[in-house]
C-alpha cells in the first residue's frame, strides 16, 4: 500500500528566503508523485508533478521538486519565496497501473513574513 | 476559471434539509470525484466515477448520495446531516483515474447546524 508523509505541518519562513517542504513517500511499486497549493478559501491546485524522466521537475510560480528514489522523497523547494506564498500545500503519490490509488499527504502550512 | 465550476459556495442547512451540491467540468476529463476537507483532517475521498460509473464509494454514509448524469456533472446531494458533516466538499477531474493530475473546483463550504 502507498503512503505520504508531510513532516512539516507548518513553515515560516521571511519573505525572499529560500524554503523547502518535505514529503517522503512509501510504495512496494512505481509511483507519480504531485504537489499541489490551496490559497484560503479555494480548491487545490496542481503545482507540479513527476511522472517519468528527469528527477528535477519544474512547475508553477517558480517551485521545483526533485524525486528522489532511494531516500523515496519528492521535496518542494522555492529559491526565493513571496508573500503571496502564503498558502498549504500538499503532497500526493498515485500508482501508474492496476487498482486505483490516490494518497494526499496532510499538508503543511507555509506562511510567509514580512 | 478552473475548469471546474462548484455550486453553491456556501450552504447553511439544518439537519432536516435536503440539499444538493453541483459540480460541472468541461474539460473533457472522464473520471470525476467528491472529496471532504475538514479541519485539520487529510483529505478524504468520499466517491469516485469514471466514465459515469461509481468505481469506488469510500465507507461513506448513506445521508450522503452522489449522483453522475453524464461525463461533465456530479452531484451530490444532502439529507438528514449531522453537525460533524460540517466542512468543505471539492470535486475534481481528471483525464484518467488520477495518474496524470486532478482540476479541482473551489468548493463548497457546507455548514450543518
Known amino acids: 500500500a502507498q503512503s505520504v508523509t508531510q513532516l512539516d505541518s507548518q513553515v515560516p519562513v521571511f519573505e525572499e528566503a529560500p524554503v523547502e517542504l518535505r514529503c517522503n513517500y512509501s510504495?512496494?511499486?512505481?509511483?507519480?508523485l504531485f504537489w499541489y497549493v490551496q490559497y484560503p478559501n479555494q480548491g487545490l491546485q496542481l503545482l507540479l508533478k513527476?511522472?517519468?524522466?528527469?528527477?528535477l521537475v519544474k512547475g508553477i510560480n517558480g517551485f521545483e521538486a526533485e524525486f528522489n528514489k532511494s531516500q523515496t522523497s519528492f521535496h518542494l523547494r522555492k529559491p526565493s519565496v513571496h508573500i503571496s506564498d502564503t498558502a498549504e500545500y500538499f503532497c500526493a503519490v498515485s500508482t501508474p497501473s492496476g487498482t486505483y490509488k490516490y494518497i494526499f499527504g496532510t499538508g503543511t502550512r507555509l506562511k510567509v513574513l514580512a | 476559471e478552473t475548469g471546474v465550476t462548484q455550486t453553491p459556495r456556501h450552504l447553511v442547512m439544518g439537519m432536516t434539509n435536503k440539499k444538493s451540491l453541483k459540480c460541472e467540468q468541461h474539460?473533457?476529463?472522464?473520471?470525476m470525484y467528491w472529496y471532504k476537507q475538514s479541519a485539520k483532517k487529510p483529505l478524504e475521498l468520499m466517491f469516485v466515477y469514471n466514465f459515469k460509473e461509481q468505481t469506488e464509494n469510500n465507507s461513506v454514509p448513506s445521508r450522503f448520495s452522489p449522483e453522475c448524469p453524464n461525463s461533465s456533472h456530479l452531484f451530490l446531494h444532502l439529507h438528514t446531516l449531522q453537525p460533524e458533516d460540517s466542512a468543505l466538499y471539492l470535486c475534481?477531474?481528471?483525464?484518467?483515474?488520477?495518474?496524470?493530475?486532478?482540476?479541482f473546483g473551489s468548493g463548497t463550504r457546507l455548514t450543518v447546524v
Open positions: 474539460l473533457g476529463h472522464n473520471a
Open positions: 513527476y511522472l517519468s524522466g528527469s528527477t
Open positions: 510504495s512496494s511499486v512505481s509511483v507519480y
Open positions: 475534481a477531474s481528471s483525464q484518467d483515474l488520477g495518474q496524470t493530475g486532478y482540476t
